[in-house]
């Protein structure tokens, strides 16, 4: 963490007339006398200043920021429904409040206009577009005249990682945009072709890792009824996924009917020929083992796996061993391993998670779902038994993700045809698809997850 002085920034905030020499003043405190890699981190900045950010849905709000009080974190809350830019904007805002508006709360509605929430816009977008590093830009692009084109403010705005919209209000506020910039020119201005044209890289990979990265998770207990409701929606849902077809309310019944009454439960012992309900039940009961294992994930776990999930089905004491002929992968780019080739495998497999184990103190959590990512693609090409790995394989990651206090990740039908694009792309070590993939979806759990908070910001 930088060697921060949040106590003589709000001490001098007051006497910071303008807002972008408060931005300058908190841009020296943190990055010293170092060059930032843009775009910035804002979430990391607002992390180590201080600040657990929650994202929420917020109707009419662009944010909300709620001090710390007694010796609790000050705490934000940004729109997830916002556009990743839009969302990194309002991170940059709620940290101006934080430096100079801390002593009480504050909301910020979408278009608010008053002093203080002019204020920290200004001041949002001169620590994201720091002047000095704003006028080389400029320098770079301009013409003879000093002047910059609306199609090179799209290369500022990808530099900065900001909006185009931002970036040319700016160029024009500083006399060098070559037009005037209205309400029709930004709803004619072709910016997504222009991106397109210029070849750039998408950055919400960049802004998902960023997020992810700070974002303070706060575990839900095995009886919260947020977690219940959370298991539903995953089994339901993951179910789907392999073609399972119960409706979302008989799987809410089942999960309740077996956490209340665990064997004396009929759905545990009456229902061996429903084949939907018999796999229902076993994912559920997977997911009971996961969460209450005290141990870290290792391939020996993966036949009992898969004995939970098919517990009730007919022959069950016949699962939990590794398949003895060999199959394939619909679709898949390379073959499943030998069937005597399965122990081997694993046992490499072990080897990398021992080691991924032994850093996981070191890695961002990004890194991990990476790592998670690439051992349940790795199962799902081992392909250890006759039925069930695509549900166990994504088990494991979740396992994975606990191990390091992240939620776990499910996906809803209409998920399957990028995933499985993904999953080829995998095939040949190309993984950034995949893990795109998984970050968006970890971040959705990690928002209904928490959902509901004790912290400052859920009394806003």
């Known amino acids: ?127 994201l577009m720091p002047r000095k590093y704003f006028e080389k830009q400029i320098s770079k692009y301009a013409d003879k005249n000093g002047k910059v084109s609306p199609d090179d403010a799209v290369l500022i705005a990808y530099y900065f990682g900001v909006s185009y919209e931002s970036v040319m209000w700016h160029l024009y506020n500083m006399r060098v945009l070559n037009i005037i910039p209205s309400k ?24 998902l890792k960023n997020i992810i990265n700070g974002y303070t998770y706060i575990p839900q207990a095995n009886t919260s009824p ?9 089994v339901y849902n993951d179910s789907r996924v392999e073609g399972i ?61 898969n004995k939970e999930l098919y517990k009730i089905a007919p022959q069950a004491e016949l699962m939990g061993e590794f398949r003895t002929t060999d199959n394939a992968i619909s679709g898949a780019i390379i073959n499943t391993s030998h069937h005597r080739q399965i122990p081997e495998d694993l046992f490499w497999l072990d080897k990398d998670i021992d080691e ?19 051992v349940h693609h790795r199962i799902a090409q081992i392909h250890p038994f006759g039925d069930g790995n695509g549900r166990l394989c994504r088990a494991v990651m979740n396992w994975l993700l606990r191990t390091n206090n992240l939620p776990p990740i499910y996906l809803v039908p209409e998920d399957k045809p990028e995933y499985l694009e993904c999953m080829k792309k995998a095939d040949i070590n190309d993984y950034e698809p995949l893990h795109n993939f998984f970050l968006k979806r970890l971040l959705i759990s990690l928002i209904r997850l928490n959902a509901i908070t004790t912290i400052g910001i859920s009394s806003i």
């Open 356 to 374: 991924a184990f032994g850093s996981v103190q070191i890695l961002s959590l990004s890194d991990w779902l990476l790592f998670s990512v690439k």
């Open 1 to 127: 963490m930088p060697n921060t002085d949040l106590e003589y920034l709000r001490r001098f905030s007051k006497h910071c007339g303008h807002p972008g020499e408060l931005a300058e003043l908190v841009f020296h405190d943190y990055f010293k006398e170092s060059d930032p890699i843009f775009p910035i981190d804002i979430f990391k900045v607002l992390k180590d200043y201080g600040v657990i950010y929650r994202f929420m849905e917020l109707d009419s709000l662009e944010g909300m920021y709620s001090p710390g009080y007694e010796g609790n974190y000050a705490a934000v809350a940004i729109n997830s429904k916002s556009k990743y830019e839009r969302q990194r904007f309002t991170a940059a805002h709620e940290l101006c409040h934080h430096v100079r508006d801390f002593q009480s709360v504050s909301a910020s509605p979408i278009g608010g206009n008053d002093h203080m929430e002019r204020y920290a816009n200004q001041f949002a977008t001169y620590f």
């Open 184 to 207: 029709e020119f930004f709803e004619s201005y072709g910016y997504t072709k222009q991106f397109e044209l210029l070849k750039l890289k998408s950055l919400d990979s960049f802004y």
């Open 245 to 305: 077809d119960l409706p979302k309310e008989k799987v809410a019944e089942i999960c309740t009917d077996l956490r209340l009454r665990l064997h004396d439960s009929e759905y545990y012992s009456k229902y061996q020929d429903d084949e939907n309900i018999v796999e229902t039940v076993g994912h559920i009961l997977l997911y009971d083992y996961i969460i209450n294992s005290e141990e870290r994930f290792d391939s020996y776990k993966l036949k009992e796996m």
């Open 226 to 234: 947020l977690w219940s409701i959370f298991k539903h929606d995953l």
